[in-house]
């Protein structure tokens, strides 16, 4: 930093704006001190909860998530359910092909077969998802649609109505995170966001750009405590958004990234068409106090179409299995959109924006690492991410995440290597000190219209 400028390491960890509000009180400060004074030698398991304090922060669906016996942990101070004991019933109803691995003891723990049937119900029927804690902004004004296109790599200036996914970069052109920008009007923007760092970093720009230009002023607004978020995916979505809307969702009505202002069961709703698991849904945003009716109306609605609740276990299988990264578990600013697999997400001829000069200058040269899908061969051991990874007996990179990708019947993993390594090369993560061997697969190991190809599993 003091000689270039710069860091080249990711400085994330370090930044005073990455709390969330609530972690800032003395008596939260206090008490997670004096937690980590005691814990600082101790091997905690990478999935292991803070005892306290908890229930700082919980979605509007709480009291039902309570009732179906969600097993939670925390993050950011929420409560997050991982899996939902009311499914433990479904284990036994399993397909052959969908059912769990025994898993070792350390792979064991803060997990349950209950996220098979999750993945599974997902896969095949219909499932609803807490997606409150994303954090979400409104961004408005004149000045909204120049701040957001400076800020991210996609071209946020098409028609109302359009979704971008895209992914704000540093001026070195490094991943800061990715975002979902949702015109909703010609000056009001939805976002989600993964970054809270980012959040202060936009609101530094759009104080910049409005005494540049008193005319393209920028309210940043964060709403994320004000509002809930439901994500209902699965084959059986529409059938069940049918039963509470009058509104158009058909594909052809409602595409993909695409977003609309609703009513769901009589509630005033946006509705975006995308998903974090890889099949057809939305993501539904209410206001915080008829949260409860939504979810009550959507379950209701949904029981003759199968539907469960399912946590985020299953989640990170099915994201994994679909190709998705995720900022901070599998990126940082220490990588590039194209060295994750992510050059996608950079909207071809587009300049101007935050890094765009270095990336362009990155053109045509190859990463030194790339991140990379892996499947353990023995077809059972779940690694838990951060594990070494080697080739020919030398430490090549590490794995990033990781879960058992139920679909397919395989644990899965994400890994840095060097880009010189290809797809069907062999590999070794090393597991408390057993080396598994893995091999190189494509990114997305679960393709559209999956359960049309019978021989799925034969074919990875």
Known sequence: VLVKGTSQIDLSDCDLSRFEGVQLSSDYVSETSQQNFVEVYDILHPLEPKQSPRNLRVSPFFARQEQLGAMFLEQRGWERPHWYKANEKLVKSLPREWRPQERDAWSSKFYSPIVAVEAWKTRTAVAMYDMTPLRRLEISGSGALDLLQQACTGDVSRPVGTVTYALVLDENAGLRCDIIVARLEEELFHIGIFNPIVIEALSRSARKQSQQSSGKWASIDEVTAGTSALGLWGPRAHAVIRKLSDDDFSTGGFPHHTVKRVHIAGIPATAVRLSHVGEAGWEIYVNADVGLRLWDAVFDAGQSKGIIAAGRAALNSLRMEKGFRDFGSDFTSEHTPAAAGMEGLVAQNKIGYTGSGSLASLAGKQPEKRLRTLTIDDGKSVVMGKEPVFQDGKAVGYVTSAAFAYTIG??????????????????????????????????????????????????L
């Open 410 to 459: 395989k644990p899965v993993a994400y890994a840095w290597l060097p880009s010189r390594l290809r797809q069907g090369d062999k590999v070794q993560v090393e597991y408390f000190g057993k080396r598994l061997i893995a091999t190189i697969v494509k990114d997305v190991v679960v393709r559209e219209n999956w359960m049309d190809d019978r021989s799925v599993r034969a074919k």
